[in-house]
């Protein structure tokens, strides 16, 4: 059965951007010229997922309004005949097909796929957290849809971290199976210190999954953090003698983590070096500006590039 069915989690408080997003939700902060969550979209509908659930919460009107018509800007535009803007502003209300679903009480990233289920009943579909951007030239989804269609099995997007950076992610014990880029999970830790972490191999937030994870978030209870981890339900399928187990992709392409702060600025600066429009200026400023503090290390620097694919 093909999958057309991506679930968004954006439920999220976003604290760590506060106050940015006191009145406004994480997802939305501008990546360059677009909110994060547009890539993530974006990114769905590449890999041929149209329908898009996203859970909610309290305080996320400006994104259903950002993937809604906007009838006022869009009149106004069409009137001074301003084709590229209306063209830019159009663009997100026909990308895809959005639905919204609350998630009610915040409790953890297994409830909020849960929330899911009556949406999309008893099919495989893919599970796209907003944090991470996969680099629209790089595959990553697209794989992950193929290998969990050919093995029947739920599929995780798997990134090789520093050994000192697993314990901010879900850790993968794995095998090699015949597919250079494709391992077979053995086992699965949700935020593993690093002494007991099976593998630096982090689950990145992207995953493909077959419906009967459902089954088992219903009867997942409360793990790390007090809170009904994903990661706890697919060790659960992982672990089940005589199913399709759990498989995962490791990727080798550039990811931007938008997550916490220092990330979400070295995301920015990578994506704006590569645009075409912005690029050439920005990088030439870049490497002046860089060179004016190449000789002046201040306190606390250090050069580790934590989380950030290669
Ligand atoms: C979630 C998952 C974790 C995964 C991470 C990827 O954690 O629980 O297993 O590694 O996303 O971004 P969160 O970052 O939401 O705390």
Redesign the pocket.
């Known amino acids: 059965m093909a999958i057309t069915k991506a679930v968004i989690p954006v439920a999220?408080l976003g604290t760590r951007f506060l106050p940015a997003t006191k009145a406004m939700p994480k997802e939305m902060l501008p990546v360059v010229d677009k909110p994060a969550i547009q890539y993530v979209v974006e990114e769905a509908v590449g890999a041929g997922l149209r329908d898009v659930l996203m859970i909610t919460g309290r305080n996320k009107n400006a994104l259903e309004n950002h993937f809604d018509r906007a009838t006022e800007i869009e009149s106004t535009l069409a009137a001074k005949g301003d084709t590229e803007k209306l063209r830019r502003v159009m663009y997100s209300t026909d990308l895809a097909d959005v639905h919204y679903v609350r998630q009610g009480d915040p409790k953890g990233?297994g409830h909020a796929v849960l929330r899911g289920r009556m949406h999309v009943g008893n099919e495989p579909f893919a599970v796209l957290?907003g944090?991470?951007i996969i680099d629209s030239r790089d595959v990553l989804l697209s794989r992950m849809l193929e290998v969990a269609e050919e093995r029947g099995a739920s599929v995780i997007a798997l990134l090789e971290v520093e050994p000192s950076q697993i314990h901010?992610?879900?850790a993968a014990a794995v095998e090699a199976t015949d597919d250079g880029d494709v391992v077979r999970v053995t086992g699965l830790v949700?935020?593993p210190s690093a002494e007991d972490a099976p593998s630096n191999l982090?689950?990145?937030?992207r995953y493909v999954l077959q419906p009967e994870v459902f089954d088992v978030l219903e009867h997942t209870e409360p793990g790390k953090g007090g809170e009904i981890?994903?990661?706890d339900a697919l060790q659960e399928l992982a672990a089940e003698s005589g199913g399709p187990g759990v498989y995962g992709v490791v990727f080798r392409g550039r990811r931007y983590d938008t997550?916490d702060r220092l990330d979400y600025l070295k995301s920015i600066v990578q994506l704006a070096v590569d645009r075409e429009d912005l690029g050439p200026d920005f990088r030439a400023w870049l490497r002046k500006y860089a060179s004016t503090l190449a000789n002046k290390p201040k306190a606390g620097e250090t050069l580790d590039e934590p989380g950030v694919g290669a």
């Open positions: 999220g990233l957290l944090d991470d901010l992610y879900g949700e935020k982090a689950i990145i937030g981890q994903l990661t997550g």
